[in-house]
């Protein structure tokens, strides 16, 4: 036989043999096993079947085949997608101890190496997460003095909102800035000026990464990280931004430790630096530098780039429907006035803007998978058995787009949390937070930052987009890890 044909027949079988192999292993899933799914390639995994710019309709295309609880593989590895209110309910809230581990893959490694408040586990999670809840309370979170603080920062963005004398303008950074000086006088115990250079290009960098982990790059980096460690592209330019934002951090730290006063605690970097000096008898402390860098940095991009996100997708969604608009502007009228400024007991009187605030986050659906959860064991669940290790993805977008409780889920309509008599009305299924034990630990304060932006904007401001409303794009501009608008301008004309 010549060389070229033996070659070609070696090739032949050892495919033939890939191709068997995946088809056994994809019977092996069913009852008793791994939940059933789609049949992997070798080494490619379900490429084919993750329409990687829009992952979650790729999953929701799948979860009508195979059920509420399915298995997809990127590249090598499997996951475990949770498609659907109850499901997601029974693993994330009924049984939240054992769906609370936080799932690991191979770029969050890279970047944080299970280190801070988001992305650890085990211990380490448990005394980070409580001791960053009780600073957070501490500084204001849930209370007065926090929301006094939003009401004026709500004033110095009005004032650049007004500053724009009704031109075009793109709202990105000036949210960004608003929203970020909110969490920056809790960590960093300083207010940034909306033209600091210095605050400015941490913003951009922050931004920056926001958008890169929504695009294809990054899934493709999880799918296949080896290979796309060689290949250039903006997947690259995150580990860079990260360690841009390390050092940034790490300045202030080092800020922090020259000026550090025991008895007057300034903010979250002042508290852990007496607790790492607490601790230093201790063999084992979670209090270490390297924890505090990454929990500054969760705490910064949770209270961040979210809340600005939300509320620019926001503004451009009123802009596509000025009769919602003006039914807001009308019930800030009444309840609010012009004289004084929008406070969070006003909000129980406003049932028609906490509506419209519930159903732009619902739309959106910022976050659609979650952050990935994981069992720390061979867990059955229903009637599968998953396995140890397994990364788990909760669909959160299945929950807010559930048609049963959202009638028409892919139109924008606040009246999915109003009853017929116009008061708010609650639903389970409303978790962009999330759920359970993970849920953010952010939810209150985004959830009064939200409010008090948008009706201060919306008390002042009436939006004016630069085209035909009936020609404004409200869908995403791409749809992975976060959702990202699509960019605008837009001007705002004083009421």
Same mark, same amino acid.
């Given at each position: 036989?010549? $060389?070229?044909?033996?070659?070609?027949?070696?090739?032949?079988? !050892?495919?033939?043999?890939?191709?068997?192999?995946?088809?056994?292993?994809?019977?092996?899933?069913?009852? /008793?096993?791994?939940?059933?799914?789609?049949?992997?390639?070798?080494?490619?995994?379900?490429?084919?079947?993750?329409?990687?710019?829009?992952?979650?309709?790729?999953?929701?295309?799948?979860?009508?085949?195979?059920?509420?609880?399915?298995?997809?593989?990127?590249?090598?590895?499997?996951?475990?997608?949770?498609? /659907?209110?109850? +499901?997601?309910?029974?693993?994330?809230?009924?049984?939240?101890?054992?769906?609370?581990?936080?799932?690991?893959?191979?770029?969050?490694?890279?970047?944080?190496?299970?280190?801070?408040?988001?992305?650890?586990?085990?211990?380490?999670?448990?005394?980070?997460?409580?001791?960053?809840?009780?600073?957070? @309370?501490?500084?204001?979170?849930?209370?007065?003095?926090?929301?006094?603080?939003?009401?004026?920062?709500? *004033?110095?963005?009005?004032?650049?909102?007004?500053?724009?004398?009704?031109?075009?303008?793109?709202?990105?950074?000036?949210?960004?800035?608003?929203?970020?000086?909110?969490? !920056?006088?809790?960590?960093?115990?300083?207010?940034?000026?909306?033209? %600091?250079?210095?605050?400015?290009?941490?913003?951009?960098?922050?931004? %920056?990464?926001?958008?890169?982990?929504?695009? $294809?790059?990054?899934?493709?980096?999880?799918?296949?990280?080896?290979?796309?460690?060689?290949? $250039?592209?903006?997947?690259?330019?995150?580990?860079?931004?990260?360690?841009?934002?390390?050092?940034? +951090?790490?300045?202030?730290?080092?800020?922090?430790?020259?000026?550090?006063?025991?008895?007057?605690?300034?903010?979250?970097?002042?508290?852990?630096?007496? @607790?790492?000096?607490?601790?230093?008898?201790?063999?084992?402390?979670?209090?270490?530098?390297?924890?505090? +860098?990454?929990?500054?940095?969760?705490?910064?991009?949770? /209270?961040?780039?979210?809340?600005?996100?939300?509320?620019?997708?926001?503004?451009?969604?009123?802009?596509?429907?000025?009769?919602?608009?003006?039914?807001?502007?009308?019930?800030?009228?009444?309840?609010?006035? @012009?004289?004084? +400024?929008?406070?969070?007991?006003?909000?129980?009187?406003?049932?028609?803007? %906490?509506?419209?605030?519930?159903?732009?986050?619902?739309?959106?659906?910022?976050?659609?998978?979650?952050? #990935?959860?994981?069992?720390?064991?061979?867990?059955?669940?229903?009637?599968?058995?998953?396995?140890?290790?397994?990364?788990?993805?909760?669909?959160?977008?299945?929950?807010?787009?559930?048609?049963?409780?959202?009638?028409?889920?892919?139109?924008?309509?606040?009246?999915?949390?109003?009853?017929?008599?116009?008061?708010?009305?609650?639903?389970?299924?409303?978790?962009?937070?999330?759920?359970?034990?993970?849920? !953010?630990?952010?939810?209150?304060?985004?959830?009064?930052?939200?409010?008090?932006?948008?009706?201060?904007?919306?008390?002042?401001?009436?939006?004016?987009?630069?085209?035909? #409303?009936?020609?404004?794009?409200?869908?995403?501009?791409?749809?992975?890890?976060?959702?990202?608008?699509?960019?605008? *301008?837009?001007?705002?004309?004083? @009421?």
């Amino acid at each position: 036989m010549e $060389p070229l044909g033996t070659v070609t027949l070696f090739l032949g079988v !050892c495919l033939s043999c890939l191709l068997l192999l995946a088809t056994v292993r994809s019977r092996m899933q069913g009852k /008793g096993r791994r939940p059933p799914g789609p049949t992997p390639l070798p080494l490619l995994g379900n490429i084919l079947q993750l329409k990687t710019s829009f992952l979650s309709k790729a999953l929701e295309q799948l979860s009508e085949k195979y059920g509420p609880v399915f298995t997809v593989h990127f590249g090598q590895l499997p996951v475990v997608v949770l498609h /659907g209110y109850d +499901v997601m309910k029974e693993a994330l809230i009924d049984r939240a101890d054992e769906f609370a581990p936080r799932g690991r893959l191979p770029l969050s490694d890279k970047l944080n190496k299970g280190e801070g408040i988001i992305a650890s586990n085990g211990e380490r999670w448990k005394v980070l997460r409580r001791f960053a809840l009780t600073t957070l @309370r501490n500084f204001g979170m849930g209370k007065k003095s926090i929301e006094e603080r939003i009401q004026e920062e709500a *004033q110095y963005l009005r004032e650049k909102f007004q500053d724009t004398k009704g031109k075009p303008f793109d709202p990105t950074f000036l949210l960004s800035c608003a929203t970020s000086n909110i969490i !920056c006088s809790i960590v960093f115990g300083a207010h940034f000026d909306y033209d %600091d250079e210095r605050f400015l290009a941490l913003l951009n960098t922050f931004n %920056d990464n926001f958008k890169i982990f929504s695009s $294809p790059w990054v899934q493709m980096a999880n799918l296949f990280p080896s290979l796309m460690d060689l290949i $250039p592209g903006p997947h690259q330019r995150i580990i860079k931004n990260n360690e841009k934002l390390k050092e940034f +951090v790490s300045k202030a730290v080092k800020e922090h430790k020259e000026t550090l006063d025991l008895s007057a605690t300034r903010d979250f970097i002042d508290c852990f630096l007496i @607790r790492m000096e607490q601790e230093k008898k201790n063999g084992v402390s979670e209090f270490t530098p390297e924890n505090l +860098v990454a929990s500054v940095l969760d705490l910064f991009a949770a /209270g961040t780039e979210t809340t600005s996100t939300t509320i620019r997708y926001g503004l451009l969604i009123l802009q596509k429907y000025p009769e919602i608009e003006e039914k807001v502007h009308e019930e800030i009228d009444r309840v609010v006035g @012009r004289a004084r +400024v929008p406070c969070i007991a006003d909000r129980g009187q406003m049932p028609y803007t %906490d509506a419209v605030i519930h159903e732009i986050q619902r739309f959106i659906s910022l976050v659609p998978l979650s952050a #990935p959860h994981s069992v720390a064991k061979d867990t059955p669940f229903r009637q599968y058995v998953i396995p140890k290790g397994t990364v788990i993805f909760p669909a959160l977008n299945s929950a807010l787009y559930n048609s049963k409780e959202f009638p028409n889920p892919t139109e924008f309509d606040p009246q999915h949390f109003l009853n017929k008599d116009g008061t708010f009305r609650k639903s389970d299924h409303f978790m962009p937070f999330s759920a359970g034990k993970r849920i !953010c630990a952010g939810e209150g304060l985004a959830r009064m930052e939200l409010f008090l932006f948008l009706a201060s904007i919306l008390q002042h401001f009436k939006l004016k987009p630069l085209k035909d #409303p009936k020609e404004i794009d409200i869908s995403p501009l791409m749809s992975g890890t976060v959702t990202f608008p699509r960019p605008y *301008q837009l001007c705002v004309l004083p @009421r």
